[in-house]
């Protein structure tokens, strides 16, 4: 450990071990993010479809 806390690269860990781990973190996040556009779009799809019924309901009468 260096003062602050801070890891010193290739202490206990070798560079590919810290980059695996860099890349596993990244995936993560990306798969959260592509979640939650999927569950956005769901939102929205949602949304419009019941406007649409409601368009439609008020275009019979």
Excluded: D
């Amino acid at each position: 450990m260096l003062p602050g806390g801070a890891l010193r690269v290739g202490a206990g860990m070798g560079v590919r071990a810290v980059v695996a781990l860099i890349e596993r973190v990244f995936l993560v996040m990306l798969v959260r993010a592509v979640v939650a556009c999927v569950q956005l779009v769901a939102v929205v799809v949602e949304v419009l479809s019941r406007a649409g019924r409601r368009l439609a309901v008020v275009a019979r009468v």
